[in-house]
Structures are given as structure tokens and as C-alpha cells.
């Protein structure tokens, strides 16, 4: 091309690079999650339909933007209005702030990744206390597993405000995973689209959240990757491909996690009935293969009425066995990936050590896919800024960005890190990719003019998009947006205070605590710091209007 | 009338002195005694279809066992008669005393028997093909074995290759992409070279050399009048 921008080998290399980005971690743990609390199989019917109505034009909306302006999200902006720089530095700031925390995972993932390959698996059982009379009670009060996650791994503090020391062993991974990313990132196209291989009222909101949140809409992204693409490129219908595909994959994952869940479930009841049937027949003294998992119930009847007094001194003992209940206890997030995964996979047959070694290259896999498209959403406009070009070579500027992402990111390290992670998870990116998305189709549609983006796609594509793009893009999605950004609004207000989920480790279990008033702070500068670029760069630009005046 | 009650005394003493002997082994060996134990042996769990029955048999071969921890524990001549059993139960548990083989009324604390099980425990389970969880005395506490320490921190060691693998692909991307750089800074100056080059070939006439050497031969007619030449 003249302007001597880079560009894909071929098409397919930017199909895989959206996929890759696209998949990730959310597809694997968050649509399983949701799919459960909202009722199974039925989730589907508002994911397909919020898939259709907004979130498949915004993402054709993203690649088309990209494909015609050519440069990462500010300059594509900038081109659209230069009113609206504001939108793209909004998308800058977001891909960063989600930077900075998600590689937080992919150094989980190494953390656990590297400690596979110890025989046995280091969370297979509880490790025993100082004198070698048990375990350690905080492991036996939960599961070894959890206790692997919370004390091991994350060394976890008993609230936010505790924050504690930093855990070398997190810190070294973290940099390592840093590392991976840079290498990655300074190959520039060729290196992004060759990462190929991937095996895998409240509800209609979560749908919406999760389409957008999934296909990556408003992290200028898509925009970047877009922008290296052939200018004849048809990216209607690779849109359509990549958002069915990631959609496919987050089918297949909930398959594959509902699998899991039944399985860990059923081993835990099995667990519990064989618990209850020792605790019986060494209460009553009664024969060894006396009581039976058919015949316990009748047999716990049958004692308590015949003999209530000694039934009366274990009854605190005494666990109903519910499969039912063990599967509906749904995790979400990194208790999914860490927890109930690991647990199910000690307890695979053969060698657990393959299983788990597997397992965590997947969710690296996965994790790094995405981190690059995070990045890209960061460099691409970066780089395409003539003032930073001018004086840092790329390799250094990119090398910058990511000691400053990765120096914020020891945060997470700490005691307290696993807090910050989950604010940073909840609200670095929520609202604001809702309100910046809206502006973007606002700003496509009725500032920079409908008409005129029809007659600049059909330029380049070679002929206009059909009724379904412009309906959806004119008046469907707009309104389904506001709508979405209304009830946000309305459930943080009326919510009350926010709270976290903290480890209580004399208990062994979750407890839910209050966030004090600085993480409150840190949560709205979150939200504002990319919200506010969009007000701020147009007065910006207004301002210098009228001095060239 | 007394000699009467003194022949009943005697014929009656020997039953009389059998229950009192009954009843001082029920008040040696009773289930809420401070110094019984309670024994819970699970066959079915650690053998499966191997299971062997619990008889007379076995329970002496319990009481022998005792009687030998007993003995190495506290170098007293102990014998299988200082282990009393009773409260024997379908579940196979029991409770057992142990008594001093010198003086066989009152049962030893236990402490003593205690020591004395800890001290060859892994005997004691070996004997019946049982282990800590399925031979259990319940009140001593098995001794867990601690899990293997692992020789070297493997994490540490799996984190260091791949580290210094992707601290060599870096060091290799750095080196080649300098390098293509300066290709191509000496490829751009080599390309001004050539420039000046056919300007002095255009100077001094037609010199075939210079041109041909880079890019061909071209023929000074038809060279485009480049804007920089034209100070000629």
C-alpha cells in the first residue's frame, strides 16, 4: 500500500488474529457462569438476540471503521470528527487499565502451569501442620485445592486494607508473562495472527454485557487490527465468521465446563455419602457393609428413631447429601479456573500431572491471545502518533508501555492484590465500553453521517451494506445501549454500598466485607478516567479552534 | 442353727467368689472406663474381597500383639492374659485394658498403653494388613507421614528455562531487527551512492561501469531528468 502501512499476509491472518483476540478467558468462565445462574439452555435466546441486535454491527461497525480510516483508534477518530479523539483516548485508556490487570491471570497461569510439573500435584492434598499432628487447619477446614489458590498462590490478606507483603514467586511470573507479551507484540502483524491454535431482565443485561465484553467492542482493538487490513477487504463477512465463532467457543466451553461441574458434583456427593455412612456405623457400632448409599437414608431415619439420644450427640455431624445443591453452586472468575478446575482434574484418571499441564497451556493460550489484542488496542494508536514515531523507536516504545503496565500490575502481587484485581475486573472496563461504544455509533451515524459511511464502505468493499446493518446501526443499537447504560446507572445507585468477597482463613470459607472509602475512590477514578477523555479531548479541540481563530 | 449357716457359707463362697471374679473383669474392662481403649478395625475398606474373618483367633492374635508392644515398651514379662477385651460389637470394635502382669487387678493407665502402641504402630498395622485409618485406637491419633519435600523447588527451576528462553528469542529479535535496520540504512545510502554516481557518469559522459554495477544498465537517454540534477 502507498502509505506504507503494514499489513496481513492474507486475510486469514487477521480472521485469526480477531478470533484470538476475541476468545479469551471470558468465553471459558464467564458465559458458563452466566449461563447457569440464568437458567441454562435459556440464556441463549437473549445471548442470540443481543448477539444480532447490537453486538454484531457494532463489531462490523469497529472492523469497517478501522479498514476505511486505516489507523488505530485515535487517528480513526480523528478522522470521523476531531471532536472525537476523545473516543479513541477512551479506548486507550480502557485497553490499558484492562492490560495492566488481565496479565494478572496469565501469570496465575504460569504460576500454575510451572508447578504441574511436581509429583504429586502440590494441591492434591493438604500439607500437615508444624509438629505433624494434622493438617493445616485452614486446609482442612476447606479444601486443598482452595487452600493452594488462597494461601499459596495469592497468600491472601483477610480484607482490602490488609495489604501485606509482595509474593517474589508472582512477581517473577508476572514479568515472565510480560515478557511473553512484549516478544510477542514487537513481531508486529506476523506474530499476532500465527497465535492460530484454540481448541475451544438480569439475563438479557448479562447478554449484552457479555457480547460486548467478549468481542472486545470499544477496546479499539478491533479498530487496529482493521487498520492493517487490504483496503478491498471484505470484512462484512469475516464479522459475521468472527463473532459466530467466538460465540461457538463460548458454547463449547459452557459444554465442557458443565462437564466439569457434573463431575466434581458427583464426586463431592459421593464424597458426603461416604462421610455420613462411616460416621453412622461408627457411632452404632453396626456391621461394616451394613448401611449401603441406597439404604442410608431409611438407616438415618431408622437410628434417630430408636435411638434419639445417641443420634442427638452427632447430629451436628449429620450432612444431608444433595447432588442438587453441589450443582448449583456455580463459580465464576478465577474461582472457576483455579479451584473447581484443579480439583477436578486431581481427581482425573492416570497421571494428573498431563491433565493439569494441559489445562493451564489452554488458559495461557487463551490469556496471551487476548493480552496481545489489549496491546494492540494500546500501540496501534500510540504508534500512529507522529510525535511519539518521531522520537522512540517502536520496540522502545512498546517496551515502555509494558514496564509501566507491569510495574502497575505488582499490585496484584500483594497480600490484598486479589481485591484490587477484582475492582479492577468489575469496573475498569463495564461502564465506560458501554458509553464509549454508544458514543462510537452515535459519532458513525449521525455525526460523521450515515450516508456518508455507506457510500465509504461501498468504495471499499464494492458494494453498500444491506437494510439488517443500517437499522441495527441507526436505531437498534443506539437504543438497546441506553437502555443498557440506564440500568447501570440505576443499579449503582440504588444498590447501596459496594461490597467484596473476602477469604476468611480461621473459617476456611468466603465472607462478605464493605469496601472502605479509598477503594470506593479508586473504583470511580476507573470509571471516570476513560469516560472523561471524550469531554475533555473535544474541549480541547474547541479551544484550539478558536485560538487558530 | 450357726453351723447350719456356716455349712451354707462355704458350700456358697466358691459361687460367690466366681461372680465377684466376673464382676472384677467387668469392673476392669467396661466401655466408660478411663483406661480403656476403643478399637474400630475396618476389613471391608482395606481388604476388599480379601477380607479374612474376625474370630477367637484374631482377637488373640490382637492380644499378643498388645501384650508385645507392652512388653517392649515398658520391659515387663506381659502376657496375653493382661489384655482384656469386652463390649465386642458386629461393627468389629471393641474395648481393651491392660493390666500390670506382676499385679493383675487394676488396669494400666493410659499413658502407658498409649506409649506403648505409638511404639510399634507401623508393626501393629503390618500384623493385621491394616493401616492407621482402618486399625484405629481411637484417641491416639494416627502419625501422618509428611508429605515427600520436594528435592529441588521444580517451579523454580521449569520458570528458569522457559525465561531464559524468551530472554534469548528477545535478544535474537533485537540483534536481527538492528541489523535489518542498518541493511537498510546502507542500502539507502549505497541508493544515494548511485545517484551521485550516474551524475558524475552524466558529468564525465557515459560510464557504463558505474551504472551497471547496481541496478543494470541503463541508458543515459532515457535516465528521467531528475529536479535534483537539474543544476546542471
Redesign the interface.
Known amino acids: 500500500m502507498e502509505d506504507g502501512r503494514p499489513s496481513w499476509d492474507n486475510p486469514m491472518q487477521f480472521i485469526f488474529a480477531c478470533i484470538s483476540f476475541a476468545v479469551g478467558l471470558s468465553n471459558v468462565w464467564r458465559f458458563p457462569y452466566l449461563c447457569q445462574m440464568h437458567g441454562g439452555g435459556g440464556f441463549l435466546i437473549p445471548y442470540v438476540i443481543m448477539l444480532v441486535a447490537a453486538g454484531l454491527p457494532l463489531f462490523y461497525l469497529e472492523l469497517a471503521l478501522g479498514q476505511l480510516m486505516r489507523k488505530g483508534s485515535i487517528g480513526a477518530w480523528r478522522a470521523v470528527s476531531p471532536y472525537l479523539i476523545g473516543v479513541g483516548a477512551g479506548s486507550l485508556v480502557i485497553a490499558f487499565l484492562v492490560s495492566v490487570y488481565y496479565n494478572a491471570i496469565n501469570s496465575w497461569s504460569l504460576w500454575y502451569l510451572f508447578h504441574s510439573f511436581e509429583n504429586p500435584l502440590p494441591w492434591a492434598s493438604c500439607p500437615l501442620n508444624r509438629n505433624n499432628t494434622g493438617l493445616i487447619e485452614e486446609c482442612a477446614k476447606s479444601s486443598a485445592t482452595e487452600y493452594f489458590w488462597y494461601r499459596k498462590t495469592l497468600n491472601i490478606s483477610p480484607s482490602i486494607n490488609d495489604t501485606g507483603i509482595i509474593h517474589w514467586g508472582m512477581i517473577l511470573c508476572l514479568i515472565l508473562s510480560w515478557l511473553v507479551v512484549y516478544i510477542c507484540i514487537i513481531r508486529g502483524t506476523e506474530s499476532t495472527g500465527k497465535i492460530e491454535q484454540l481448541t475451544d431482565p438480569k439475563s438479557w443485561i448479562d447478554a449484552a454485557t457479555q457480547i460486548f465484553y467478549s468481542l472486545g467492542l470499544g477496546f479499539g482493538s478491533l479498530i487496529a487490527f482493521a487498520s492493517f487490513n487490504e483496503k478491498n477487504n471484505n470484512c462484512e463477512i469475516q464479522a459475521v465468521i468472527i463473532a459466530l465463532i467466538n460465540s461457538l467457543t463460548s458454547v463449547f466451553a459452557s459444554i465442557v465446563t458443565f462437564a466439569i461441574y457434573g463431575f466434581k458434583a458427583t464426586y463431592n456427593y459421593e464424597s458426603c455419602i461416604e462421610r455420613m455412612i462411616l460416621l453412622l456405623t461408627n457411632t452404632f457400632d453396626l456391621e461394616e457393609t451394613a448401611i449401603t448409599s441406597d439404604t442410608l437414608d431409611k438407616w438415618t431415619a431408622h437410628l434417630n428413631s430408636t435411638a434419639p439420644d445417641k443420634f442427638a450427640t452427632i447430629s451436628s455431624q449429620i450432612e444431608t447429601c444433595d447432588l442438587q445443591s453441589h450443582l448449583d453452586t456455580a463459580a465464576e472468575g478465577t474461582g472457576l479456573i483455579f479451584i473447581v478446575y484443579t480439583e477436578a482434574i486431581v481427581h482425573m484418571p492416570g497421571p494428573s500431572q498431563i491433565w493439569s499441564i494441559l489445562y493451564f497451556s489452554m488458559v495461557l493460550v487463551l490469556g496471551i491471545g487476548s493480552m496481545l489484542g489489549n496491546m494492540a488496542g494500546v500501540i496501534t494508536p500510540l504508534s500512529d502518533m507522529k510525535i511519539i514515531s518521531k522520537y522512540l523507536p517502536r520496540e522502545l516504545m512498546i517496551g515502555i508501555t509494558c514496564l509501566m503496565a507491569c510495574g502497575t500490575g505488582m499490585i496484584f502481587s500483594t497480600e490484598a492484590g486479589n481485591y484490587w484485581f477484582v475492582i479492577f475486573n468489575d469496573y475498569a472496563a463495564t461502564l465506560a465500553l458501554l458509553l464509549i461504544v454508544l458514543i462510537e455509533i452515535i459519532g458513525v451515524c449521525y455525526i460523521h453521517g450515515i450516508r456518508r459511511f455507506l457510500g465509504e464502505i461501498e468504495m471499499m468493499v464494492g458494494r453498500k451494506p444491506n437494510l439488517y446493518w443500517i437499522v441495527t446501526w441507526v436505531f437498534i443499537s443506539p437504543a438497546l445501549i441506553v437502555s443498557l447504560l440506564i440500568f447501570y446507572v440505576v443499579d449503582y445507585i440504588t444498590s447501596g454500598r459496594l461490597s467484596y468477597i473476602a477469604w476468611d482463613s480461621s473459617e476456611g470459607r468466603s465472607v462478605t466485607l464493605e469496601y472502605p472509602t479509598y477503594a470506593l475512590a479508586v473504583i470511580g477514578l476507573l470509571v471516570v478516567a476513560s469516560i472523561s477523555c471524550i469531554p475533555l479531548m473535544a474541549i480541547v479541540v474547541y479551544i484550539r479552534k478558536q485560538l487558530k481563530k | 442353727m450357726k453351723m447350719c449357716f456356716m455349712l451354707l457359707l462355704i458350700v456358697f463362697s466358691p459361687f460367690m467368689a466366681a461372680g465377684s471374679g466376673a464382676t472384677a473383669l467387668g469392673q476392669l474392662c467396661f466401655k466408660d472406663s478411663p483406661n480403656a481403649f476403643k478399637v ?1 478395625i ?4 482395606a481388604l476388599g474381597d480379601e477380607a479374612y474373618d474376625w474370630d477367637e483367633s484374631e482377637q488373640f492374635y490382637f492380644q499378643a500383639t498388645v501384650a508385645y508392644g507392652m512388653r517392649k515398651s515398658m520391659n515387663k514379662p506381659f502376657n496375653v492374659s493382661d489384655v482384656h477385651i469386652c463390649e465386642k ?5 471393641f474395648y481393651f485394658v491392660v493390666t500390670d502382669p506382676y499385679s493383675g487387678s487394676k488396669p494400666l493407665p493410659k499413658t502407658d498403653v498409649e506409649n506403648a502402641i505409638r511404639m510399634v504402630r507401623a508393626r501393629f498395622n503390618n500384623a493385621f494388613s491394616l493401616d492407621d485409618h482402618t486399625l484405629e485406637f481411637v484417641g491416639i ?1 494416627p ?2 507421614s ?2 515427600p519435600e ?1 528435592p529441588v523447588t ?3 527451576i ?2 528458569g528455562v ?2 531464559g528462553l ?2 534469548v ?2 535478544i535474537m ?2 540483534v536481527t ?1 538492528q541489523r535489518d535496520k542498518m541493511k537498510k540504512a546502507k542500502s539507502a545510502e549505497k541508493e544515494k551512492e548511485n545517484e551521485e554516481a550516474n551524475f558524475k557518469g552524466a558529468e564525465n559522459g557515459i560510464s557504463c561501469q558505474a551504472l551497471c554495477e547496481s541496478e543494470g544498465c541503463q541508458n543515459e537517454a532515457f535516465y528521467p531528468d531528475d529536479d535534483n540534477l537539474t543544476t546542471l
Not at chain 2, 42 to 45: A, H, P
Open positions: 474400630r475396618s476389613l471391608k475398606t460389637t458386629e461393627r468389629i470394635s491419633k502419625t501422618f509428611p508429605t520436594q521444580v517451579w523454580l521449569v520458570f522457559i525465561m524468551i530472554v528469542g528477545l529479535i533485537i531487527s
